[in-house]
């Protein structure tokens, strides 16, 4: 059975950073490609971070560029977010999956997805 758990999540102060972690569980970390979305209540799931399983491919669409990054630690078959310079517009509920597609943005290529972690920035 596969499992994807997030951690890391909490309430925090414009400005600041978090890390979040994703463990997995019940599937060949290395093959798939780690992604990490989130959804804010009352809007789409959004695309923040995708590394692909040799970390030679990562993307990040504008909203994250320079502030988060995303990372793995195949040994231990788990991902990571790095958020810097946390913004309100960042509180969301943070998700991590995984896909064997290596450049995967969308949510319905991802094959299996983590029960989420609420992050809570205030101004």
């Known amino acids: 059975q596969v499992q994807l758990v997030e951690s890391g999540g909490g309430l925090v102060q414009a400005g600041d950073s978090l890390r979040l972690s994703c463990a997995a569980s019940g599937l060949p970390f290395r093959s798939y490609t780690m992604g990490w979305f989130r959804q804010a209540p009352g809007k789409e799931r959004e695309f923040v971070a995708a590394?692909?399983?040799?970390?030679?491919?990562?993307y990040y669409p504008d909203s994250a560029k320079g502030r988060f990054t995303g990372s793995r630690d195949n040994a231990k078959n788990a991902a990571y977010l790095q958020m810097n310079s946390l913004k309100p517009d960042d509180t969301a509920v943070y998700y991590c999956?995984?896909?064997?597609?290596?450049?995967?943005?969308?949510?319905?290529?991802?094959?299996?997805w983590g029960q989420g972690t609420q992050v809570t920035v205030s101004s």
């Open positions: 999956a995984a896909t064997q597609q290596v450049a995967a943005q969308l949510p319905s290529w991802y094959l299996y």
């Open positions: 590394i692909s399983w040799s970390r030679d491919y990562t």
